[in-house]
């Protein structure tokens, strides 16, 4: 079906899902919610949630679900699986795979290729089977997936009462100072650049411990502890004490370190099984261009 474009004006109020079931009457306030979570509507370019207030200005558009229009398939990628039973598997994403189809990537992702491997959990939707959380596309390592939506649910679960294990490895600019730290601060979508997120006074929890594992010249190796998992957080959250994330081309500076993205990989998960109840955790090590750039530091500049 034909893209909708509309433009938020004076006395549209609220939020996004009612303002656009105001508008467009043909469409129940449920559909038009659902559209907005699968990613077939966009604010200014980008994604949003339902509940997002609108504003005079707002360019919207909406793509009307037709039967398929994004046309998920099974795709025969190689995976990195690092356990798997018949509830849930974990997998090692690496760096540039997008874990999800939307719009502008409809295909190779990481769900095309579980869709091929494995039956997965319906719970998150026609466009993110099995999903139950998810890490930006330049950032590479552990992810758990849920096979079926009894197992999706305990895993979610989990996530929202902050009792899984996440822990990442990250190379950021400059010299921390401390040993250690806890940077608790709101995050929501940035007023100045849609793209972003921010730290906003009224924005969700987002807390994130860090440990210094080394320091070099310029840059400083650390380890990152997860509370919350907002999304951006570790790279939103590090850049607001003046150490954003090596390559990281959103929220770091122009001159970095050469690579495809940021330095940050999700190196250890841990979770309570579905089933069985047993706590497990998993590891997965740096990938060879990170080695390689650790090495080189500290060749080069460590102390």
Wanted: hydrophobic share 35%; aromatic share 6%.
């Amino acid at each position: 079906m034909t893209p909708i474009q509309l433009k938020i004006e004076q006395g549209d109020s609220g939020r996004l899902d009612k303002v656009l079931a105001g508008r467009l009457t043909q469409f129940s306030r449920s559909k038009l919610q659902r559209w907005i979570s699968n990613g077939l509507v966009l604010v200014n370019g980008q994604q949003v949630a339902d509940k997002y207030k609108v504003k005079i200005g707002d360019q919207v558009v909406v793509m009307p679900e037709g039967p398929h229009p994004i046309d998920l398939k099974p795709e025969d990628i190689p995976l990195d699986i690092v356990y798997e039973d018949d509830d849930v598997l974990v997998v090692n994403k690496p760096q540039g795979m997008v874990v999800h189809p939307a719009p502008g990537h409809p295909d190779h992702t990481l769900v095309n290729a579980l869709m091929y491997h494995s039956p997965l959990s319906t719970i998150n939707g026609e466009f993110r089977p099995g999903i139950v959380h998810r890490i930006d596309k330049d950032t590479s390592g552990l992810l758990m997936v849920a096979k079926n939506d009894r197992a999706h649910q305990s895993l979610a679960a989990q996530l929202k009462a902050k009792t899984t294990k996440r822990e990442y490895i990250a190379l950021v600019h400059g010299r921390i100072k401390e040993e250690k730290g806890t940077i608790d601060a709101p995050l929501g979508r940035s007023r100045k650049d849609r793209k972003k997120q921010a730290i906003v006074a009224n924005g969700r929890h987002a807390v994130t411990h860090f440990k210094v594992l080394e320091r070099y010249r310029n840059y400083t190796l650390i380890k990152c502890r997860l509370e919350t998992g907002r999304t951006h957080q570790i790279r939103v959250h590090l850049a607001s004490i003046g150490h954003p994330l090596a390559g990281d081309p959103l929220y770091g500076p122009r001159k970095t370190l050469p690579g495809r993205g940021q330095y940050l990989h999700a190196r250890l998960l841990g979770f309570v099984h579905p089933t069985t109840g047993k706590e497990m955790v998993f590891t997965a090590p740096l990938p060879a261009y990170f080695q390689q750039m650790i090495a080189n530091l500290r060749q080069g500049e460590k102390d």
